[in-house]
């Protein structure tokens, strides 16, 4: 069985394919429909857009043009970090869904505990009145799970200490030499299943030299590493490309980093990402 047929189970007994194609950054339009479409075509099964990406439209386009059962994919969005109200998460999610195109959704995330202009912001209040929304939409079945991006510990506990349901999913940026170990433990305590966006860096892990290294001795490529790495880490990656090469490359880690290579990629350290 290919990697892009296994799954991972949440929680709530929701089967989440284990690598999904990550769309952030991808324009809406053309470039957004032939990338997952480009995907769909070479076996993925679980596609992550969010409505910040601005692409739902095409991604759902490509998704209903497929030819694949809709139950055979699983698509994710997200709540616009400054949603932070009961009536616009509503409303967000409505226009999610029409731009979608679909009569539901697989997974919905609340994209960030604050605003992204406002990082670091407390919206504890805001938070629990998204979730309420999610919480009845998931409970009407028109979302199969609920879940948060970007949440540590602290925002983690608002929604776990004073509402209904555990998030069953939460999306973090997570990567070779990124120390995420607090959140992964909250989250593994709560039975919270971690999703892993930014597996290559944004691309700027690839040129890590201590990876390449580990990628010509198992005859890889940098970026097959760290998407192996992840999922031995038992989460799931999230790589992104345009290229349909690297597309293919990105789910073809059917192979296994020994316990010694693993802990060697452990000591790797830092955040390489650059945004200009
Ligand atoms: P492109 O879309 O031009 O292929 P991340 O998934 O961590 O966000 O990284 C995405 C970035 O890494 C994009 O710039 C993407 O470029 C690049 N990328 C994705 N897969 C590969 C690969 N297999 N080899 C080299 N670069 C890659």
Not at 4 to 14: A, C, F, P
Not at 122 to 148: H, S, T
Not at 169 to 190: A, M, P, R, W
Not at 213 to 225: G, T
Request: hydrophobic share 35%.
């Amino acid at each position: 069985m290919s990697i892009l047929q296994e799954t991972y189970t949440l929680s709530n007994g929701v089967k989440l394919p284990k690598i999904g194609f990550g769309t952030w950054q991808i324009k809406e339009g053309e470039e957004a429909y032939n990338s997952v479409m480009t995907a769909l075509k070479n076996g993925y099964r679980h596609i992550d857009s969010a409505e910040g990406y601005r692409n739902e439209t095409s991604v759902g386009r490509a998704v209903r043009d497929s030819g694949i059962p809709r139950e055979e994919i699983f698509v994710t969005s997200k709540l616009e970090s400054h949603i932070k109200t009961y009536e616009g998460a509503k409303q967000a999610f409505e226009e999610t869904m029409a731009n979608f195109g679909f009569e539901y959704l697989d997974l919905f995330l609340i994209h960030a505990p604050w605003p992204w202009s406002e990082m670091g912001k407390e919206c504890d209040e805001g938070n629990r009145e998204a979730w309420r929304a999610m919480e009845e939409f998931y409970k009407a079945g028109r979302i199969k799970a609920i879940g948060v991006s970007n949440f540590e510990p602290k925002h983690l506990d608002n929604i776990i200490g004073n509402c209904e349901i555990v998030p069953h999913v939460n999306q973090i940026g997570y990567f070779i030499g990124l120390d995420q170990s607090k959140t992964i433990e909250h989250c593994k305590k709560h039975d919270i299943f971690v999703e892993a966006y930014s597996p290559l860096g944004i691309g700027y892990l690839l040129d890590n030299e201590d990876i390449q290294k580990v990628a010509k001795k198992y005859d890889k490529s940098a970026a097959q590493i760290c998407i192996r790495y992840l999922l031995q880490k038992g989460t799931a990656p999230l790589p992104k490309s345009t290229h349909e090469h690297r597309i293919i490359e990105n789910a073809d880690v059917d192979f296994d980093i020994t316990a010694e290579d693993m802990a060697f990629l452990d000591t790797i350290k830092g955040d390489p990402r650059r945004w200009e």
